[in-house]
């Protein structure tokens, strides 16, 4: 199987990295116009990197694309992947721009838009999922989330990193990774009500913390705040009922819950291995990046269904929209 990466930073080197190291059935090529990743990416991987999509399919075929720009490029991408023939695994898009037409053009081609939602791939989320989705008593959850921006990227400015930008803020980037999972878990929004507020000196036209108070159609209620100021890379969740205690850090060796009958914590073992955690954040591990590309081919060789839809992620982005106007 023949893939072609577009977009050879972060992201894109990642995806590189577990593609070659876990799927040997594949074979990889890159495009960038950025000369130095491209060097980068053709001396550490071994594969050949061309200057754009359109130079690619002129001197080879491809089976899938994975789309690892900046966001606000990925509708366009997309559809050129798509008219020419590949399936599409793409990042976070963060904009509904293109949907439609994408999901339209899909169809008629019989080819496969699988969307990325990482978190979905986590033990730990998987466990809240079937633990909770058919819960017998009312929950409520305090989540936060938070990173400080100048650490994302540390290679690079905030600035020249899609996060700076309003349309696809770092907040927004959060909600769109996060969303997801607690829609899956604690039910779909009912009613939301939002703080946000600008508490830092940063470079940036938007606001950088977000408090959301979530309600939910079966009942469950929840508090999420995220934000990108925070000098500590932090995801800690408490979820809390008559019947339950349940607290996680981010971290596989933090993930607890309040044994009722002994009157203690007690941890829930999920992985026998974790894979290289992030470098700049340690609540990312690599597994859930290998699970999700198990998932994505899976869907593309033997119709296994995938765990979030673009249709998900439309209605998704349309939740943020409205945190964000409110």
Known sequence: MKIIVVGLGSMGKRRIRLLKQYFPFVQISGADKNQERREYSQKEYGITAYNSLEEAVREEFFDCAFVCTSPLSH?????????YGMHVFTELNLTTDGYIENMRLAAEKNLKLFLSSTMLYRKEIQYLYKSIKDGVEPLS????????????HPWESYQDFFVGDKRTNGCREILAIELPWIIKVFGNVQTLKVLRSKMSKLKIDYEDCYMILLSHENGNTGMLMVDVISREAVRSLKIIGEHT?????????????????DKCM?????????????????????????????????????????????????ETLNIIDRIEKE
Do not use: A, M, R
């Open 75 to 83: 509708n366009v991408i997309i559809g050129q992947c798509l008219n």
């Open 266 to 314: 007690e941890k829930i073992t999920l992985y026998e291995d974790i894979q290289e955690k992030g470098k700049n954040n340690k609540t990312i591990i690599e597994d859930q990046y290998i699970n999700e590309l198990k998932q994505f081919f899976g869907e593309l060789l033997y119709g296994t269904p995938s765990l979030y839809s673009f249709n998900e992620d439309w």
């Open 245 to 261: 205690f349940l607290s996680w850090e981010g971290t596989p060796e933090s993930f607890v819950f309040k044994n009722v009958q």
């Open 141 to 152: 959850y305090n989540y936060h989330v938070g990173q400080y921006l100048p650490d994302w």
